[in-house]
C-alpha cells in the first residue's frame, strides 16, 4: 500500500505542482522535488509530537474538529487561496520554534529560496492535516489510532527511502546542537528527542 506521502503526491501530480510551483515561481520539476521531501517532513514532525500524549490529544482534537479532508477534494480552490486554509497557523503547532531552521534545511537541499520554502511548507501543511483527517473519517480512528497510524506512516517512510528520511530527521533532531533545538516541539511543553 501506498503511504500517505505517496498518495498525496499523486495527487498533486494531476496537475496542482504546476501551479503551486506558478505560485512560489519554481519550476515544476524542482517544485516536486520540493514536495517530495517537505510532505515526509511535515508527517514525521507529527509523529514526534504524537509520541507524547498531550501532543497526540492536542493532534486528534485538530484533526477532528478543523480537517476532514475535504481540501484534498477541493484541491483548486484551496491552491487558488492558499492562506486561506492558516498553513502559517498549522506549521506554528507542528514546528514551533524550530521551524526556522527547517525552512533552512530545506532550502540547502531543494534548490529554492527560503521564501519559497516557506510558501511551500504553508501550502504542504494544510494537506497534510487534510490527509490525516481523510484517515481518521474513513477509519474512525480514536486518539491511539490515529498515532499508530502516523508512527507506522513514519516507519515506512524511513524504510522505503532511508536517505532522504535520515536527512529530514536530521532537521527535526531535537539533540542536534544545543538547547535551541530542544525547542523544536515547545509547543507541547515536553522533551521529545528520546522517542526512538
Same mark, same amino acid.
Given at each position: 500500500m501506498d503511504t500517505f506521502t505517496q498518495q498525496l503526491l499523486q495527487q498533486l501530480a494531476q496537475g496542482a505542482v504546476s #501551479?503551486? &510551483? /506558478?505560485?512560489i515561481g519554481a519550476d515544476e520539476q524542482t517544485t516536486n522535488s520540493a514536495l517530495s521531501s517537505t510532505i515526509p517532513l511535515l508527517f514525521s514532525a507529527l509523529a514526534k509530537n504524537a509520541s507524547e500524549p498531550a &501532543?497526540? /490529544?492536542?493532534l486528534f482534537k485538530a484533526v477532528a474538529e478543523d480537517h476532514d479532508g475535504s481540501i484534498l477534494d477541493h484541491m483548486d480552490s484551496f491552491? &487558488? %487561496?492558499p492562506e486561506s486554509a492558516n498553513g502559517a497557523g498549522i506549521l506554528k503547532h507542528v514546528l514551533g520554534s524550530q521551524q526556522p531552521a527547517v525552512t533552512e534545511g530545506l532550502t540547502k537541499n531543494t534548490g529554492l529560496e527560503s %521564501? #519559497? @520554502?516557506a510558501q511551500i511548507l504553508q501550502i504542504a501543511a494544510p +494537506? @497534510?492535516?487534510?490527509?490525516l483527517g481523510k484517515q481518521q473519517k474513513q477509519a474512525n480512528l480514536d486518539?491511539?489510532?490515529l498515532t499508530g497510524l502516523l508512527l507506522g506512516e513514519k516507519q515506512t517512510v524511513?524504510? $522505503?527511502?532511508p536517505d532522504m528520511m535520515g536527512m529530514l530527521n536530521t532537521l +527535526?533532531?531535537?539533540?542536534?546542537? &544545543? $538547547?535551541?533545538l530542544d525547542e523544536i516541539f515547545g509547543m507541547l511543553g515536553k522533551f521529545l528527542g528520546s522517542k526512538k
Open positions: #501551479q503551486i &510551483g /506558478q505560485k &501532543g497526540a /490529544q492536542e491552491l &487558488g %487561496n %521564501n #519559497q @520554502v +494537506l @497534510v492535516m487534510g490527509m486518539v491511539d489510532g524511513e524504510e $522505503s527511502n +527535526l533532531d531535537v539533540n542536534k546542537n &544545543g $538547547s535551541a
